[in-house]
Structures are given as structure tokens and as C-alpha cells.
């Protein structure tokens, strides 16, 4: 081999572990950057799971507001683990009546 070309493969050597590391740094900061990032979508995703909950937001609301003040004592933490334990009953919806009627299959012989 030549001087020259074992210069140039060092070069390259050179680029390929400084893009590796370049690689390594992102993944790790995006993993350490995670939580951060859930955090930041929370209100998002709070929002898109009561608007797919068939009771409207102020219901929800409303009854949250009353059970607070309406409890004495230690009994509110009873209710509100009652509650988030029919959350996910609460927001399961029946699908809607689109007007569509579903394409009819052709008869097969």
C-alpha cells in the first residue's frame, strides 16, 4: 500500500468513529430525554383520552368538583380510586352511526 492511500483509509476510519459516536450521543439523549418529552405530551394525551370518553368533559368535571367537596374524612381517596378504576369503562364508546351502510359482499358461488 501505498503512503497515500493509507492516509486516506485512516480519514475514513476516522469518519466512520466520529459518526458512531455522533449516533451513540443522539440515541442516548433521546433516551434521557424521554420522560421529559412524555411530560410535555401529557395534557395532550389527557385531552385526546376524555375526548374519546363518551361522558363530556364538564360531566366529568362536575362530578370530580362535587365529590370533593361533598367528602369528609379520609373518604374521598375511596371514590376517587372507585373512579379511576371505571375510567377505562367510561371511555370505551359504542361506534357511531355514520349513516353508512357497509359494503354489501357479492355472492360467491
Not at 69 to 85: E, K, S, T, V
Amino acid at each position: 500500500m501505498t503512503d497515500k492511500s493509507t492516509r486516506e483509509l485512516r480519514k475514513t476510519m476516522l469518519r466512520l468513529r466520529l459518526e458512531m459516536h455522533r449516533q451513540e450521543i443522539r440515541h442516548e439523549t433521546l433516551v434521557m430525554l424521554e420522560p421529559l418529552q412524555r411530560a410535555k405530551n401529557l395534557g395532550t394525551h389527557w385531552r385526546e383520552e376524555l375526548k374519546k370518553s363518551n361522558a363530556p368533559i364538564w360531566i366529568t368535571g362536575g362530578v370530580f368538583a362535587l365529590t370533593v367537596l361533598g367528602m369528609r374524612g379520609g373518604q374521598w381517596r375511596r371514590w376517587l380510586r372507585m373512579a379511576l378504576a371505571a375510567f377505562p369503562d367510561l371511555r370505551k364508546r359504542a361506534p357511531r352511526d355514520t349513516g353508512e351502510k357497509p359494503a354489501e359482499k357479492p355472492d360467491q358461488a
